[in-house]
């Protein structure tokens, strides 16, 4: 007997120590009632409590006793209290809100600049090469791509005189359709230069010849129209509008238009007058765009002033160029690169729309006499490594880099800031080497630019005319700035700018309520 009293000792010993849960807590203390530490015992309930709510009838009654009708009501009128405070508060902010100035009417000449190619086979060996280029033209933000002229023609031979028929030295029709489709996906119009004597020595010719050559040029535009070109442009308009059949080509070129059409541009350009005479040509010809030589014959700041005063009322009928209207190149009038970058500048954020001749994106030198300078298309490729470089050519590439650089900031600026695109103006200083105005619309950012392409340094005192809504701060923001002592991104006082010689900076500073 003994022995097995034993064997269920030490069985019952092996059990606990493989059951460590059943050991007890503290050591060989036995707890209370025989229960061994560690043990729990659970008393779950035979009858689960559920909560049903009230019953239907029983809700009906509380829901009509005096108590809860009163609230139901508190309730319901602090609802439409809180309702009409939010409704008179939103009509309050609405009126006391500054009303938005309405956008005006805006066609797409006036968007952004115009690129002129007067040469194709210097610009891109032909009509063909033109279409490959579009990519590269587009990252200028260019909205107007003027072409030619490309028609046949023996200089101051009216006989010879082709101008539905394209030169092919330029190229074929079918590459013209090419281009036409492309730009327009790339959301570029391209308008035709129609001028019809352009080797010759006077646009139309002689004067007896005027009214035929009109004829001949209305016929081409109709037909040029019909094939998707979106504007004609013509040089010497004084003497084309003087034409009896001046009016049919407005109306081949003007007429139809409806608000669901894209309206094509009828483009005129003058030599040698005056402000007082582009706006009187601008009035009474009905040009949608007039593109003068105003900067190019008046180089004094208080003349340029004069004649953007005078204009500022017609500006989104009026074009803007330094050399343009001749199809010269920028730097046959900016003979340095920093001039170059300071007409950019000034043409980018005058008021109307700045037109450029192929290569003012680079500074492309412009060659003597009637030859056109090759585009260069290669200037973003390095010297390949180890290879032997000419340090003179190599500075002008990088050079044109940096010129290309700065022309696409500002023509990004031009096209997505309103008080560039179509603001107010303001002069604010001239003197003869020059000048500095104010573009605002609005509730947007507004801009300065000061430039001085003097020999020498100039201090600039800007002062606004008392103007209702507008005024200066006293400080403003470097935008873009060709001047060392002006960097990007500083602020400088609008008490006095001091610019040095050759240089150009563009200040901003925000609206305030």
Known sequence: MMNKDTEIDMKEVELNELDPEKQPMTGDVQATGGEKNGSVKLKVPEDEVTFTGLSKEELMKVAGTPGWVRTRWVLLVLFWLGWVGMLAGAIVIIVQAPRC????????WNEGPLYQVSDLEAFS?????????????????VKGLVLGPLHTVQADQPSTLNLEEIDPTQGREAELVAVLEKAHKKGISVVLDLTPNYPGAAPWFSPSDVDSVMEKVQAAATRWLRLGVDGIKISDLTVASSSVDWSKLQAAVQGNRTEDTKKRALMGVVESISAAEVSQLINTTGVDLLLSDLLSSKNGGVERIKAMDTLISQQRSLGWGLGAAQQDQLSKWATTPGLIRLYQLLLLTMPGTPVFTYGDEIGLHARQGSESPKMLWDIEQEPAEGAVVNETAEAERKERVDVRKWFRSLSELRVKERSLLHGDYYHLYSSPSSLSFLRVWDQSERYITAVNW???????????????????????????STDADLAAESTVSLEKITLGAGQAILLQFPYTG
């Open 101 to 108: 100035k309405p956008i005006p009417e805006m066609n797409w």
């Open 125 to 141: 060996e032909g009509m063909a090469g033109v279409e490959e280029k579009l990519d590269a033209i587009n990252q200028l933000k």
């Open 454 to 480: 003097g020999s020498a340094p100039e201090t600039l005192t800007l002062k606004l005319a008392p103007t209702e809504g507008v005024e200066l701060p006293e400080t403003a923001k470097v935008k873009l």
